[in-house]
């Protein structure tokens, strides 16, 4: 905290945004209070969903990491909740604290977009392995794909929270000309690779795994992919959502905190309740070329509400009002 003191005294700061409600975060605050100066906080995660990191009995955990957080929010100047679901359950825990819904931004990696791209044509995906594809210029993505195939796509770190089983229970229940593509890292990255491909049998001529990619290497695989994935239950705005709608993709998620700000269901994507659906939604999507180009459609309309240009002006804004 004395170095912290330090530094504010230093360089005199009209506010101090802290990340994290434990350790450096209650530090800062700490010393906000000593300098007279105002403090956010950006609410990233439902941190009790994420007891089972503390080696002690859940129940345990997640009651004092409640407790704990709960504290913190009510003793910050503001709050910013990257979705309106994290806001309603901030309020719902008696926190009084001024809050404002701002989502994260893209990088700028995901603001430009290639000057081609592709839709299905009416005949559209079949389940016997033979679409029927067409090239067209409609100034968005451009990469060809293998005219056999129908891509799916998770990026996700490999972690329990995740739920990366689900994407499994969904994908083997697909056709032969359904692909998928698992991009990330975490403690699971192996175990998951060994529930694909010894547990459950499923063929490596399906799935692919990508750890770690370079940006270039990951913008590619946006752009390779018809259809994104998005299993995990526990994310409080899932920016890869935003990502992969930028590039074109459509989304079909489980409903979740971070999810129902984004997915909009028959506009950009779907938001399913089990794997049952999951399935019925991807085969639809893909045999329906009308359904397919709209949801294309959607999805990039949605991501320039992610424009950093937009998110910084938000931010400033609030700024001010605490500031005031």
């Not at 239950?233 to 990502?243: F, K, P, R, S, Y």
Request: aromatic residues 10%; glycine residues 4%; proline residues 6%.
């Amino acid at each position: 905290m004395h170095f912290i003191k330090q530094l504010l005294q230093k360089y005199k700061p009209d506010i101090v945004h802290v990340h994290h409600p434990f350790l450096l975060g209650v530090s800062a605050l700490h010393a906000t209070r000593a300098c007279n100066i105002p403090c956010v906080f950006t609410y990233h995660t439902m941190y009790e969903d994420y007891a089972h990191y503390v080696p002690l009995p859940r129940y345990f955990t997640k009651k004092l990491i409640s407790s704990a957080v709960r504290r913190f929010c009510n003793n910050v100047d503001g709050i910013i909740a990257p979705s309106n679901a994290i806001k309603e359950y901030l309020t719902n825990q008696q926190i009084q604290t001024r809050i404002a819904v701002i989502p994260s931004p893209l990088r700028s990696m995901f603001l430009t977009h290639p000057s081609r791209a592709r839709q299905l044509t009416p005949s559209s995906i079949s389940l016997d392995g033979d679409p029927d594809w067409n090239e067209v210029e409609i100034g968005a993505k451009g990469y060809l794909r293998a005219p056999n195939n129908f891509n799916l796509l998770v990026v996700s770190r490999f972690v329990p929270e995740k739920n990366i089983p689900f994407v499994f229970d969904v994908f083997k229940q697909l056709p032969n000309n359904f692909k998928l593509t698992l991009v990330g890292y975490g403690s699971d990255y192996q175990k998951m690779q060994n529930l694909a491909f010894t547990t459950l049998q499923l063929s490596p001529q399906r799935i692919h795994f990508i750890h770690k990619p370079p940006q270039d290497e990951l913008l590619k695989a946006y752009r390779t992919a018809d259809l994104f994935i998005f299993s995990s239950h526990t994310d409080t705005q899932g920016i890869v959502l935003a990502e992969a709608m930028s590039q074109g993709l459509p989304v079909i998620a489980v409903d979740g905190p971070g999810q129902r700000d984004i997915v909009t269901n028959n506009y950009n994507g779907f938001i399913i309740k089990d794997a049952k659906e999951a399935v019925t939604k991807i085969i639809n999507i893909a045999q329906d070329a009308t359904l397919f180009n709209k949801l294309i459609s959607g999805a990039y309309a949605t991501a320039q509400r992610y424009h950093a240009d937009n998110t910084t002006q938000q931010l400033l804004t609030f700024y001010h009002a605490i500031k005031t």
